[in-house]
Structure formats: structure tokens, C-alpha cells
């Protein structure tokens, strides 16, 4: 009776065992075997398990302490070769890890156009930059890069970013305990909304914050559509926006139609406006998805950005005391009767911009970027199939101790001492896909700087909070605090 029992046990484990193999296995079947001998030309690595592929170990590994080790198991197996083969997102993938390989990828827009998960495509909108074809990219990204970027668009910008920055920075020192993040948050999306919508009512401008928090958690989230999952959200949420921004579209036209004139020229408008050279106009459904997409952009990294600015030079005293010795630099330069930063004094704030590269490189607000191989292309002597996707690793190259020695080390004062070599330092991208709002960003990262280290600390009411990485790196309490206003 023992040994019948014992050899039952044994088979059970044996079959169990088997289908484990098979199971694991499933994915290379499916997804190799149509390659061909090429098949032995792909990078190591593993396909995961069904559906799942490796997306548990990734998630594992962001919800841990260590959210480098996802890419350091590779390392750590395969060697320091920069590019693997896994499956994340519901499809399989190459992922791009070193700089020279990094860059590129993404210098090349004709193998490796963009390439998101189908999850990020759906909630970011079919008509997005993110799910249109490269040449209308370059069509919309010409369109709506100029009135946020460069010398004009920038000094008709500042003035208001400065009077929100003083204004809400003076009503948060009012208010006693808040979230600092999410607070921020708030007031990055003012800023954006200006840019795009001057017009919106502060009803609609809640309205829209809200629903973004909520699409935002779906972006890199599983595809899984049922109630109580993030995308299951993120859906209802961008359903949400979609309403509320095509009204802003429908009252529009409306009042275009009367002829009257907008008491301010916005994004909104020049998207209204824009035609291609066969007089064809944007539909209503690329307006909004441009506007979801910018929108959702245009504060979620810079918000995120300036609360880890400020915590980490909190934490960092002697940083704190040379970034506001030059801010109080700058101040006692400036002419008597000028009222407010200009584009000159921000120029000026050489160390500042050091501190924030180095909070952009240590934090990575950014993870990756997806493209797709459009052909078969061989990179380093390995294969990446037509149809894979590419996940080109931001946070890899900005944490790789060999492209920024002690990376894991918050020093601004590296950016002296390393020459930035192309491809090593790509918080906003690469290539015609860099992100079009950058000088803005900074400029509104900077400029809220100048006033916090003059005038301003933070005090965290829970300092040691636990750490959440996905969607983006916060503290759980969403950094719990008081703004101080200096005395004198």
C-alpha cells in the first residue's frame, strides 16, 4: 500500500513536472518556431510563461526594493551584452539595455518605429503620437512642438508660470499638513492646461486631474479589462475624458461659428486650425487624443519631478545650500525694477539644471520606451524579428555603474567631472521621438525651484515612508508634509 501510494506521488510529480516544462516552453513554440533556423539567431533570454510571458517578475521586482533587479537577472545570466529576449506586455520582446544600443534604436524611426502595448495605445488614443504613423508624427509633432517650446513661446509661458509658483507655494505655506505630491500634481496641470486649454473653467480643470490619476495607474498596467484591475479603470477613466474634452471641442466650433474670436490662442486652437496640404482639417477624434496625450504628459512628469527635487535636496543639505546660493546670486544681479525671472536668468542657473539632470537620472520618471522592428534587423550579431517588440531601457542606461560610476549615489556635481556622451543621458527620448515639451518642462521645473530654495523648506511628516515604483517612483503617502516659508 505504501510503495502504490509513494509511486502515485512520484508519477503525479513527474506529469506535474512535465507540463511545467511544456508550459514554459509554450511561448518559445509559438513564437520561435515560425522563425525558422533565424530562431538561433535571437539574444538570450526567455519567453516566460503563457499570456503571462514575464511580466511577474517584472511587477515582482518593481514592487520590491530592487526594481533593478529585473534587468540585473539578466545581466547576471547572460552577461553585460545589453539586449534579451523576454515577453512583457502580451508580446515578445527585445530588450535594449546599454547606450550604444539604445541610441541606436532610437535614431532609427524607419526599422524601429514606435511600438507601444496595445494597453497604452487604446487609454492614450488610436490618433495619439504614440499610435500614429511616423510621417503624420512628424506632421503633428511640428504643429505642436512650437507653441510650447523654443524662445517666443517659452517667454510668453513665464509669466504665468511664476505667478502660479508664487501664488500657490505663499496658499500651501497657509495650509498645514498636505500631500506634497499631489498637490504638485495639481498645480504642473494648471500649468499644462493653460498651455492647452487657457479658457478651462477651474470645475473642468478638477474634473480632467482627476480622471488623468486614474488613466495614468492603467498605462503600464496588464491588460486585464475587469472591474477592480487598473486598465479596467483606466478605461472608464479615458471613456471620462474623452466627454469632457469633446465639449471643449464642441463649444469651440460653436463659437467659430458665431465668429467669436478666443480671448487667447491655445493649443486647442492651432489644432483646430491645422490642415495638411490638401486643405484636410484634424477630426475631432485627433484633436482629443493629441490633447490626452500632451495633457497626461505635460504633468505627470513634471510634478513627479519637483517633489523628488525638493525631497532629495532636503535630504541632501550641502546641494540645498549651493543650488540657493546661486538662485540668491542670480536675484542680486537682477536690474532693480525687474519684476520676476526672465529666459536670462534661467540660462543662469547653471548648477540648478545639474541638480535636476541628476534627479531625472537617479529618479527615472521614465522606464522605457517601446518601439517595434518593423523587418528583421541584426544589431551586435543578434536577430530582432519583424513584429517584436523593442523596450529600449531609460532607467538601465541611467543606472549602469559603467556609464555613471557609484550610479545608485545622488551627486550633481558628477555632471562636472563625466563628459555626457550620446546616448547615456535620455530622460526625454531620442531622436524625431524626443519629447516635444522638454524646455517647457524645464523651464517650469526650474522656475519653481528659484522661489522654493529662496523662500521655502519641506518638512516630511513620514521621512522613511515605503517606496512605490509603478506607475511612477512616489512615496506611499504621496510625500505627507508642511511647507515652511523661511522667517525674514
Known amino acids: 500500500m505504501e510503495i502504490t501510494v ?27 518556431s515560425k522563425l525558422g533556423d533565424k530562431k538561433f539567431s535571437l539574444p538570450p533570454g526567455d519567453l516566460g510563461w503563457p499570456v503571462i510571458g514575464n ?21 547576471k545570466r547572460y552577461g553585460r551584452i545589453g539586449i534579451y529576449k523576454s515577453f512583457m506586455f502580451g508580446s515578445p520582446t527585445i530588450l535594449v539595455t546599454i547606450p550604444e544600443l539604445c541610441k541606436q534604436v532610437l535614431m532609427d524611426e524607419e526599422r524601429f518605429p514606435t511600438g507601444w502595448p496595445q494597453t497604452a495605445v487604446e487609454l492614450m488614443g488610436k490618433k495619439s503620437f ?3 504613423s511616423a510621417e503624420e508624427h512628424k506632421r503633428l509633432r511640428k504643429l505642436t512642438s512650437a507653441p510650447v517650446n523654443g524662445h517666443e513661446a517659452l517667454s510668453v509661458y513665464l509669466e504665468y508660470i511664476e505667478n502660479q509658483v508664487v501664488s500657490t507655494l505663499e496658499k500651501w505655506s497657509n495650509m498645514g499638513e498636505i500631500e506634497y505630491l499631489s498637490q504638485v500634481r495639481k498645480l504642473t496641470f494648471r500649468i499644462i492646461m493653460y498651455v492647452f486649454l487657457s479658457e478651462a473653467s477651474e470645475d473642468l480643470m478638477v474634473a480632467l486631474e482627476k480622471e488623468y490619476s486614474t488613466l495614468n495607474y492603467g498605462v503600464r498596467a496588464m491588460q486585464i479589462n475587469v472591474p477592480g484591475f487598473a486598465y479596467y479603470k483606466a478605461l472608464k477613466a479615458r471613456k471620462n475624458l474623452v466627454r469632457l474634452l469633446q465639449s471643449v471641442v464642441d463649444e469651440r466650433r460653436t463659437r467659430r461659428e458665431k465668429c467669436e474670436p478666443p480671448a487667447k490662442k491655445d493649443m486647442m486652437d492651432n489644432l483646430m486650425d491645422c490642415e495638411d496640404e490638401n486643405g484636410r482639417k484634424l477630426t475631432d477624434e485627433e484633436i482629443i487624443d493629441v490633447l490626452i496625450m500632451y495633457l497626461n504628459a505635460g504633468h505627470e512628469s513634471s510634478g513627479h519631478t519637483i517633489m523628488w527635487v525638493t525631497v532629495l535636496l532636503e535630504q541632501h543639505p550641502d546641494v540645498f545650500h549651493k543650488a540657493k546660493a546661486e538662485q540668491e546670486e542670480i536675484v542680486r544681479n537682477m536690474p532693480p525694477t525687474q519684476k520676476g525671472v526672465t529666459l536670462k536668468e534661467f540660462r543662469q542657473m547653471e548648477y540648478l539644471n545639474k ?16 518601439r517595434v522592428a518593423s523587418a528583421d534587423v541584426n544589431i551586435n550579431g543578434y536577430l530582432i524579428p519583424k513584429g517584436w517588440k523593442v523596450q529600449v531601457w531609460l532607467r538601465n542606461v541611467h543606472k549602469d555603474p559603467e556609464v555613471h560610476p557609484d550610479a545608485n549615489k545622488f551627486d550633481p556635481s558628477r555632471w562636472d567631472r563625466y563628459p555626457q556622451k550620446a546616448g547615456t543621458f535620455i530622460p526625454f527620448g531620442m531622436g524625431s521621438r524626443l519629447c516635444p515639451g522638454n524646455d517647457l518642462a524645464k523651464l517650469e521645473i526650474a522656475v519653481y525651484l528659484h522661489h522654493f530654495l529662496l523662500n521655502y523648506r519641506l518638512e516630511r511628516v513620514n521621512p522613511n515612508c515605503r517606496i512605490m515604483n509603478l506607475p511612477h517612483r512616489r512615496p506611499t503617502d504621496n510625500c505627507l508634509g508642511r511647507i515652511k516659508k523661511n522667517s525674514g
Open 130 to 132: 504614440i499610435g500614429i
Open 55 to 75: 511580466m511577474l517578475s517584472f511587477l515582482m521586482a518593481f514592487k520590491s526594493n530592487d526594481p533593478d533587479s529585473f534587468i540585473n537577472s539578466y545581466v
Open 355 to 370: 541638480v535636476i539632470d541628476e534627479v531625472m537620472r537617479f529618479i527615472n520618471i521614465s522606464l522605457m520606451v517601446f
Open 6 to 32: 509513494l509511486m502515485f506521488t512520484v508519477v503525479i510529480g513527474a506529469l506535474l513536472m512535465i507540463l511545467l516544462v511544456l508550459l514554459k516552453g509554450a511561448n518559445e513554440y509559438i513564437y520561435e
